[in-house]
Nanobody, 126 residues
Framework: QVQLVESGGGSAQAGGSLRLSCTAS????????MGWFRQAPGKEREGVAV???????TYADSAKGRFTIAQDNAKNTLYLQMNSLKPEDTAVYYC????????????????????WGQGTQVTVSS
């Protein structure tokens, strides 16, 4: 099974940028379809962006125009470039992997992906 480790979280001011990385190990990266999810304090986990094997992305409305998901198969790494950050982007961001593209829609805080990283904190101040 695949292991996922996120990095790149931290603090930023509103309007700033951060880039998250998720490095996969333990299995062939190309077997998996990847995505980013987040959970803000007191809120349910929600999808942010997912990417299919052909590189085609799907974004949550909250991420459209500001976030970009990308992957480097040679480095077994998934990225999330976050620009124009807002305080409401403050959350723990999780990388997820599944054999099918993760559904970006989460129901009642349940997001259907097989494997999850431990999360990385992103804090955006106004």
């Amino acid at each position: 099974q695949v292991q996922l480790v996120e990095s790149g979280g931290g603090s930023a001011q509103a309007g700033g940028s951060l880039r998250l990385s998720c490095t996969a190990s333990g299995d062939t990266y190309s077997n998996y379809r990847m995505g980013w999810f987040r959970q803000a304090p007191g809120k349910e986990r929600e999808g942010v962006a997912v990417i299919d094997s052909d590189g085609s992305p799907t974004y949550a409305d909250s991420a459209k125009g500001r976030f970009t998901i990308a992957q480097d198969n040679a480095k077994n790494t998934l990225y999330l470039q976050m620009n124009s950050l807002k305080p409401e982007d403050t959350a723990v961001y999780y990388c997820a992997a599944d054999f099918l593209p993760p559904d970006i829609r989460c129901t009642g805080g349940y997001c259907s992906a097989l494997y999850w990283g431990q999360g990385t904190q992103v804090t955006v101040s106004s």
